[in-house]
């Protein structure tokens, strides 16, 4: 959090955003909805401004918990939708 921080000191009125991956927070695996929680309220005092939030399978349970803390933490929220294939070819 510190490296964060030194940062925002830094370059004050620039937004830093992050990816948040829903309930996983920054991981792979759940985390207990307060851990999420008080991972957005963290970074959101050290300085993030903008949450993009995702769920790698688009569960909307784990969408909305990400959507939530990041809101309750005071942060601008993007909520995103995952989408993998080949847009290049329109048989797909």
């Given at each position: 959090w510190k490296r964060l921080e030194n940062l925002r000191e830094k370059v004050p009125d620039i937004p830093f955003q992050m990816l948040l991956r829903g309930a996983n927070?920054?991981?792979?695996?759940?985390?207990?909805?307060n851990v999420v929680y008080k991972f957005c309220q963290?970074?959101?005092?050290?300085?993030?401004?903008?949450?993009?939030?995702?769920?790698s399978l688009n569960y909307l349970e784990n969408l909305k918990l990400g959507v939530d803390a990041a809101g309750k933490a005071g942060g601008v929220v993007e909520g995103t939708m995952s989408y993998t294939g080949d847009v290049a070819d329109p048989s797909k």
């Open positions: 927070a920054v991981g792979y695996t759940n985390y207990a909805d963290q970074a959101q005092e050290s300085g993030v401004d903008v949450f993009r939030v995702f769920d």
